[in-house]
């Protein structure tokens, strides 16, 4: 990815610098079958990577562009490549994985679309988790102020902010129905961090979650 | 100003260089004090076909057994000097072999025998440091085709009592991997921890990892290459020829003939040290300061700094090195394909492997470019193969592997790390 995107300003992914996983992360987790073969493109410093690989003994890799970050998975005995992961997924073959993962970082990818199909090539299924620009305290901000929502992150504005396409779980869903691509379970996540599996047209999901995990294919 | 000259030392190339590497008298133990610790100094076997070992350990395998080369000539026996570091653990687990480049050899660490400088990966090898000597027992051969010892082109062929010169066998990286492999037997080690080593050194781990998978852990090819480039092969070429034309080399007996080709082999060094280095490291280090002079001389003395440092390179190799080690070892290198010899099928290289690789490229290596060494990942990522890859950001060129990076020893550091953990080694 071009850049590690920040969490949501909500505040609702709580950071666990080496300890536990955030809310969204559990969720796709939990989407993901025990012992499974899984690819986490954008993995961090590998909190997901870790849990997969240790609590669900799933034979857990990853992509990261951050070379800081991808010498601390290699350091927990997990198996990352350095690389942008929208040149990197090209050479992967088709069906390679179980289940990919692209955890809040597609609003960050150069070509959203593309890259959807590749995770959908390489992946049998693949789990995506976006940030909701849709989220009521983002459209009462453009309501009001007149200004583009911009996650809190010092120095961040809209011209300089890594989430070049920001999208709603009603962007993400049209985008998966023009592609053809099921979406076999959605789940939002709330201000306050729970969550709850909800349809994915569901117009309340898209004022109210902060996030929202998707399992396609 | 001038800035005062830093390599005073720096000798024409018409001056003789010091005959360090004369071939040792019938029994003769070279008078080189080593200091490796954890490392016996030990004799050279009865009926070795050498008595050059400089310090370390030496063994003579294939005795009796010849072995076959992949050109289809045998060898027997062969001697392997190697240097160990650090303890073996009781179930043999925490074994690293040390695989070295084209002009290293089995100092790792330690001061040099010969050049009395200190060993190749002395920032790499050592209590603490990423190949930690608390921590695993480091093994480091010296090259099958190697000139310290090692059975190689300017040890004494067995058949006609006569140095090898061009006699010797042409080998291939296949080859010195073989060797190791009777090494690794003869240490009563069945599952190296890890083999580990950057450019040539990296291409015997791939070539470890392909041929002998269930007897490797975790392997660091570090900027290396599936296959020798056409690039790399035409710099190898340039050097052979300057060796070749030097009337000294003497169509490689020079051994006999009581000479050394070291003008020849100078300027083979001084042509490769350059596909080591980068050019914003050259700038960086030289640009176009002179040499102890304020103005140009007009003539050809060594006006640039950068001129006096590869002459002092070229001049301090061949104190070290043996021409015909040279022409061998580089034609092992340019025969070196792992795609090729899996019929062009990048996949089928490490097809089933269940070693862990961890694969490290340096942003200004242009001998061993990152592209190359993702082939690697790519070939690996094919198969499904659990792999890692890193590419540090450097200006040191090729020669970055040898060099104390931070981002780079961490890399290692971290990876073995990783891999100890999950082969259960215990922490220092």
Known sequence: ?217 | MAPSNPFPWARSLSTPARDLRRRPAEGEIWAAEVKVSGTNTQETPNGAPSAAIAAGESVVLADGEPLRLESGATLCPITVAYTTQGRLNADKSNAILICHALTGDQFVCGTHPVSGRPGWWETMVGPGRPLDTERYFLICPNILGGCMGSTGPSEINPATGKPWGLDFPVITIGDMVNVQNLLVDHLGIDTLFAVIGGSMGGMQVLDWAVRFPRRVFSAMPIATALKTSAQNIAHHEVGRQAVMADPDWCGGRYQEEGKRPHRGLAVARMGAHITYLSESALTRKFGRSLQGRERVTYGFEADFQVESYLRHQGITFVDRFDANSYLYITRAMDYFDLVQEHGGVMADIFAGTTVRFGVISFTSDWMFPTAENREIVNALNAVGANVSFVEIDTDQGHDSFLMEIDDYHNVVRGFLDGAAELRGLARP
């Open chain 1, 1 to 217: 990815m071009s850049a590690q995107p920040q969490g949501p300003a909500s505040g609702a992914s709580g950071s666990r610098p080496g300890h536990g996983i955030r809310v969204d992360q559990q969720l796709i987790a939990d989407l993901v079958p025990a012992g499974a073969r899984v690819l986490d493109v954008g993995c961090g410093d590998g909190a997901l990577l870790y849990h997969l690989a240790h609590a669900k003994g799933a034979d857990a890799r990853g992509i990261e562009i951050s070379r800081e970050r991808v010498a601390a998975c290699l350091g927990q005995g997990l198996s990352v490549i350095q690389g942008d992961a929208e040149t990197e997924l090209s050479t992967y073959p088709t069906g390679s994985f179980d289940c990919v993962v692209l955890s809040q970082t597609i609003q960050a990818v150069r070509d959203p679309r593309g890259t959807l199909e590749t995770l959908l090539r390489i992946g049998k299924q693949a789990v995506v988790s976006i940030t909701n620009a849709g989220y009521w305290r983002n459209r009462l901000h453009f309501a009001l102020r007149g200004q583009v929502p911009v996650r809190e992150s010092p120095g961040e504005s809209w011209f300089n902010t890594p989430n070049i396409h920001p999208c709603t779980i009603r962007d993400f869903v049209a985008l998966a129905d023009d592609m053809g691509i099921p979406i076999e379970r959605c789940y939002a996540v709330g201000a306050s961090g729970t969550s709850r599996q909800v349809d994915p047209a569901s117009a309340s999901a898209n004022l109210f979650a902060v996030q929202a995990v998707f399992l396609l294919g």
